[in-house]
Structures are given as structure tokens and as C-alpha cells.
């Protein structure tokens, strides 16, 4: 398993990846449908493409594989270059 398979596990699509450590990525339509249906409001467009870097990959206290994701900015005004975009335990 890798970093893109892991990202497609978890509902993401990579527009395009640099180096394995720097992705453009949107959700797939998938993962949009499943997120609309939890909630009509989550402060940005779930169609947008979003910049993201791989900040850290570690294990958890219970051995879990946890992949930090920093926003690099992106369409949506929401996320700002810094942000935690993401954290994807596995």
C-alpha cells in the first residue's frame, strides 16, 4: 500500500502529484455525494481542487499509520497555505 492508494482509500482523487509529497487533490464524486448527504454546509466547495503537502507520516499510540496533509492553498479561499487540510489515520 501507498500514499495513493491511501489517498483513493480515502475518497480523494489526485489531479496531479510532485515528488510523492506535494498532491493536487479533489474528492472524487463519490466521496462528494457522501459528504453532501452528511451535511449541506461545510464551508467550502467540495468540487474545488486543493494543494496540499505531506507534513508528517508516523505511527499513533495503538500502531496506526497517520498521514498529516498541509494546505499549500488551492480554488477555495477557505484553507490558507499552513493549514491542516487533513489527517488520515490508517
Known sequence: MNIIDILKENGYEIVKQYNMKIFRL????????KRKAESDNWGYDLESCFNVKIREVGFNGNGNLYICL?????DDPEFQAGDC???IEY
Do not use: A, I, M, S
Open 26 to 33: 479533489k474528492f472524487t464524486p463519490e466521496e462528494v455525494e
Open 70 to 74: 498541509d494546505c499549500l492553498g488551492g
Open 85 to 87: 487540510f487533513d489527517v
